[in-house]
């Protein structure tokens, strides 16, 4: 009996937790990863070129407390020691874009 109210108690666990994880809001690389897709592609930069690609939301500390600044990714270029900067709002909208370190793209700033 006591197998029995076990096995119970975890498949009714299992069934509460499941629906609890999927429904969790996804991570803002998966959320603005297409967007940075797109703008890699307005740049002729074929996925080759690109070592890593890092999404994460922007904190800005307020008075009130931190607060979300909007989502920045970094791309590292294979060609290049530094990264392209695309940053967005935090519904992934372009904001601007510019390089860092030796990397150079044409029109873009570069810091």
Known sequence: MRNLCLALTL????????????????SAQEVCLPQVNRVLAQLDIDPEETRRISVALKRELTGEG??????DAWVRLT???GALVIEMS??????????????????????
């Open 11 to 26: 498949a009714l666990t299992v069934a509460l937790v499941a629906p609890t994880i999927t429904a969790m809001p996804a």
């Open 66 to 71: 931190p607060r979300s600044a909007g989502i």
């Open 79 to 81: 060609d290049c020691s």
């Open 90 to 111: 935090e519904n992934c909208h372009l904001r601007q874009l510019y390089t860092r370190g030796n990397c150079s793209i044409p029109n873009l700033p570069r810091y």
